[in-house]
């Protein structure tokens, strides 16, 4: 089957860093993204690795390794408006068609 | 530009009855997607739509079907609505609808099956 695994919950400080990693397993895979969503809110574009290595964009980073089939998103310098849910999702070719796989989220809970 | 806008906004119904939500992309977006959002699932994909053809659909039971129009706007259909059926609604649109791209999405439609 297809899947996307990552942790459920998170918890970190404000001002600190924190990662969040997502694992998956896909027939095929064309590349990993990186979405946000605000309670109430709709999913959000963070960052999208089709290649091994690191993308950094302000705060945030996300990293792929292809061979370890794992992602992860990196959050520095962490701000209370940060505190939201974070999915992975990867389109797969499936069969003939190619279909987007979503993680079931990482909720971040950030302490003062 | 305005974004992904999507209506109703919120809706309930009760068991067996059938509901249609629409979707309207970004100007000239031509790619749009739909997913069901629950606690316990997460973002579960539905179908895409690109130039009017149904591109991609996912696991979901025939109740569940869309379309698409010519000027990119989309709609979802459920019928005969089970209690399970209640769930948040997105819609996705992107450009082409090519994996690279970036999907942007909606508020979603809240839908409560009573």
């Known amino acids: 089957g297809q899947s996307l695994e990552q942790p459920s919950e998170v918890t970190a400080v404000e001002g600190a860093i924190v990662q969040i990693n997502c694992t998956y397993q896909?027939?095929?895979?064309?590349?990993l993204s990186w979405y946000q969503q605000h309670d109430g809110g709709a999913p959000t574009f963070l960052s999208y690795?089709?290649?091994?290595g690191l993308e950094e964009t302000g705060r945030f980073s996300s990293f792929l390794s292809r061979s370890d089939s794992y992602g992860y998103l990196l959050l520095q310098e962490l701000q209370m408006k940060d505190s939201a849910s974070y999915f992975c999702?990867?389109?797969?070719?499936?069969?003939?068609?190619?279909?987007?796989?979503f993680g079931k989220g990482t909720r971040l809970h950030i302490l003062p | 530009k305005a974004g992904v806008t999507q209506t109703p906004r919120y809706l309930i119904k009760t068991r067996g009855q059938q509901v249609t939500l629409s979707c309207s992309p970004i100007?000239?977006?031509?790619?749009v997607s739909w997913y069901q959002q629950t606690p316990g699932q997460g973002l579960q994909f539905l179908f895409e739509?690109?130039?009017?053809?149904?591109?991609n659909k996912g696991n979901f039971p025939g109740r569940f079907s869309g379309r698409q129009f010519s000027n990119s706007r989309s709609e979802m259909n459920v019928s005969t609505l089970e209690l399970g059926d209640s769930a948040l609604y997105l819609c996705?649109?992107?450009?082409?609808?090519?994996?690279?791209?970036?999907?942007?999405f909606g508020p979603g439609t809240r839908l409560l099956v009573l």
């Open positions: 999702a990867v389109r797969s070719p499936m069969n003939r068609d190619d279909k987007i796989i």
């Open positions: 739509y690109f130039s009017e053809t149904q591109r």
């Open positions: 896909t027939s095929g895979f064309y590349g």
């Open positions: 690795n089709a290649l091994d």
């Open positions: 996705a649109s992107s450009s082409a609808g090519t994996y690279q791209e970036t999907q942007y």
């Open positions: 100007s000239g977006h031509r790619s």
